[in-house]
């Protein structure tokens, strides 16, 4: 530049390394996709409390020597697993669970949240709770399993499953 000494950056150089720094951003950003993490995280405790809730059920059948239908003294209506629910003070009442776990908050869904059906049959119950991070495929690979039980849901594209004593909660794979 005309003889005189310059210090810093011009301001074509500045430009240049901020469209750098945005392009990899953007990269990074569509490599990692932050969304389908926090989806994976939350399904990853879904699969924790429905198998606490799960396990606190058969034990309290094992204990008490009657269904959770029996102990509620209601069958053929579902509660969503809140605290307040019937099924949850009976467990918690029975002291086969502390408390009730509740489901990760800001979900896709209401059909997210812990939900109970109360049987009149053998299966006695139906735990319910959903995949935010499943596909269709993911759900279409368990057909044919009878040790698995899960629906894909298109109006809020989610996979709901369900649990109890036959039906056990399906592994999460991920790529």
């Not at 204990?63 to 605290?83: A, M, P």
């Not at 059909?111 to 993911?138: G, M, Q, V």
């Not at 499953?161 to 794979?173: D, E, G, L, R, V």
Request: with cysteine; aromatic share 8%; hydrophobic share 40%.
């Amino acid at each position: 530049m005309d003889g005189k000494n310059s210090s810093g950056f011009s301001l074509i150089e500045l430009m240049i390394v901020v469209g750098i720094i945005s392009m990899v951003s953007a990269i990074l950003m569509l490599t990692i996709n932050p969304l389908q993490i926090m989806f994976r995280a939350r399904d990853s405790d879904r699969v924790t409390d429905i198998g606490t809730i799960n396990n606190a059920i058969q034990n309290y059948m094992t204990i008490k020597k009657q269904t959770i239908c029996e102990g509620v003294g209601q069958c053929n209506v579902d509660f969503e697993l809140n605290g307040s629910d019937p099924v949850s003070q009976v467990l918690v009442n029975s002291q086969v669970l502390k408390t009730i776990p509740e489901p990760p908050k800001d979900a896709l869904s209401e059909k997210c949240d812990y939900h109970i059906f109360l049987l009149n049959n053998d299966d006695d119950y139906l735990l319910r709770w959903c995949f935010e991070s499943w596909t269709k495929a993911d759900v279409d690979r368990l057909v044919g399993d009878e040790a698995h039980f899960c629906t894909w849901d298109q109006t809020d594209n989610i996979a709901i499953c369900f649990a109890n004593k036959k039906y056990s909660i399906p592994a999460i794979k991920y790529n």
